[in-house]
């Protein structure tokens, strides 16, 4: 899959180097940057925002090593979630299709005064890979 024109002229979506050295060190199972990726908002409240329904495109990375599930919206970390936290089994972790990878939970989830949907979807032509890996190192079946 061809990476996007911001990635390639600016690298835009590229991981920062103090975080994939992070990831490197924790022994990096998956891991696929430039990827074209969108933001949902589905009944979305947060302070100071509400949103019954939105769309952010932007330019990400996805990774999973042995100890995390990380994923960056643009340079800026949007999902890290360790494995061995109990909230790793309430994502919602599926491959829409052969080509996109779809992460979404309940807002509150991670912070308390947040409510409604978000849903996370990367285009990466290792979609199927990247859910079978999660299913293998988490030990249950993310997929819904």
Excluded: C
Excluded at 48 to 55: A, I, L
Excluded at 108 to 114: Q, T
């Amino acid at each position: 899959m061809k990476k996007p024109l911001l990635y390639r002229l600016f690298g835009i979506g590229k991981m920062p180097d103090r975080e994939a050295a992070t990831l490197r060190a924790e022994g990096v199972i998956f891991f696929d940057e430039a990827l074209k990726g969108s933001l949902t908002y589905h009944d979305f409240r947060a302070p100071g925002r509400y949103s019954n329904w939105r769309r952010v495109w932007f330019t990400g990375t996805l990774a999973l090593t042995k100890t995390r599930l990380a994923a960056f919206q643009n340079s800026r970390p949007a999902i890290d979630v360790p494995l061995a936290d109990a909230r790793i089994r309430e994502l919602k972790i599926s491959a829409e299709d052969e080509t996109t990878a779809l992460v979404a939970f309940d807002a509150g989830l991670f912070h308390a005064d947040w409510s409604g949907t978000l849903e996370y979807r990367f285009r990466t032509e290792r979609a199927r890979e990247f859910v079978e890996l999660i299913n293998a190192v988490t030990g249950q079946s993310l997929e819904t």
